[in-house]
């Protein structure tokens, strides 16, 4: 895929009138098919929040470390603002909108939390909640890969997320409590 | 918080990113999982006028074990390399490093040849090359070449690629029979960088004596740091850590002093050193 090139034969980021050159990104993002025009320098956090305006997943630190960005892609837990759109185009995305059931059920019930969302509030495994969207794809992927984990390996799971609130060990106990919860239910 | 204006190339196979290196290199940044590069993106650290994009080249998603080693391919994630069941029977010391990588969702998305492009002293695989005698295969529009390990690191955030090349493949040679691994590190939190690392790897002789006994480390020096230890660990364990506080040249930074860097590095030598040795020992049971 070749870009186009200005009148001095460099690809041209900056377009004729003045915007940045920009290129269709489409996601699968919670099972929909959406698709928006940004430029090449858009991370996926931005293209959730802003050109999408799927505001629930969040943004701290923009670099990698406090993990309150974290989404599933393509069923794994990356970092949102460390990922290009431009770079995932294609490709499926799973964010904290994607976890509870279905929010239009027949009984216009609210929606069911998943296993996850109902362990942290049983749990209170969250205070603010700014990292909580994070914290929740990230255990939620977790536990398909490790569906009995120790109190060590919640810990270890949850390692990569910051929490300024809750001194970790509630979000501890609700990884566990998850857990216990999947497995009541028969959820994967 | 948000990276500079760059003009982005998604090429879809090696011919075409390189192609586009040859014209655009000395402007350009490769761009793989991004773990590290974004972030200095973001911070505007860098701002390279061009990246190219290989996260579409599949057929750089590659990981493939033979009896000789573990090759890497460029779009390898480091969780796939962790994870590979033959990779690691091959080669156990690439998991045993790869788990102190960052987090694990740093993982999922950062490459094993991206973090080795990196060059930072400061990484696990890069040490870990080292230690193994790995090597580096970059490919630009005018060839292939093969880069050893001792080669390939020039500084901190400095490898020998030109700015036309594309380090397409990793390679690690195998564990030798006879052999027991070891990564150990100490971090201030969990999933940090490295105050300092060392990987060691031990040889058994036919009588389990003690053949060779070589230690990588991070985060002490300006490239990676490879020491033969056999003479010194048949003297004693204390005087190998000896000769490893003196061999490190560490700094003083906001993290660490140099002269606990120091500690650090004669410390985790004996228990990387006494964790290799017992493991390879261990295996020689077991056979």
Known sequence: MSIPKDNTGSPAVIVADGAERTYDVTLTVNGVHRVARVPARRTLSDFLRHDLQSTGTHVGCEHGVCGACTVLLDGAPVRSCLTFAVSVDGHSVTTIEGMAGDPHDA?????ALSAVQQAFRECHALQCGFCTPGFITTITAGLVEQPNPTRADAVEMIAGNLCRCTGYQN??????????????RGER | ?????????????????????????PDAKVLAGGQSLIPLLAMRLAAPAHL????????????????????????????????????????PLLPQALRLVAHPTIRNRGTTVGSLAHADPAGEMTAV???????VTASSVRGERVISAADFFRGPLESALAPDELAVRAFFPRMTAGGG?????????????????????????????????????????????????????????Q?????ARAAVDPVTDIH???????????????RAARQAISTARAREVAA
């Open chain 2, 1 to 25: 918080m948000k990276p500079a204006p760059f003009a982005w190339h998604g090429p879809e196979s090696v011919g075409e990113a390189i192609a586009v290196l040859a014209e655009y290199g």
């Open chain 2, 181 to 237: 691994t070891s990564f150990v590190e100490i971090a201030r939190r969990h999933g940090d960088y490295a105050l300092c690392g060392v990987g060691a790897i031990a040889e058994l002789d036919d009588g389990g004596g003690l053949r060779a006994l070589r230690c990588g480390y991070l985060s002490v020096s300006e490239t990676p740091l490879v020491l033969d230890l056999t003479d010194a660990w048949s003297v004693g364990e």
């Open chain 2, 52 to 91: 190219v994009d290989i996260n579409r080249i599949v057929a750089l998603d590659d990981v493939t074990v033979t009896a000789a080693g573990v090759t890497v391919g460029a779009l390898a994630r480091q969780t796939r390399v962790e994870k590979d069941p033959s990779a690691r029977a091959v080669q």
């Open chain 2, 129 to 135: 090359l080292a230690l193994t005698g790995g090597t």
């Open chain 2, 239 to 243: 005087h190998a850590a000896e000769l």
């Open chain 2, 256 to 270: 660490a002093s140099a002269d606990y860097r120091r500690q650090l590095a004669a410390v985790l030598t004996v």
């Open chain 1, 171 to 184: 979000i501890v106990d609700a990884v566990l409590r998850a857990a216990e919860l999947t497995r009541e």
């Open chain 1, 107 to 111: 009984d216009g019930n609210a929606p």
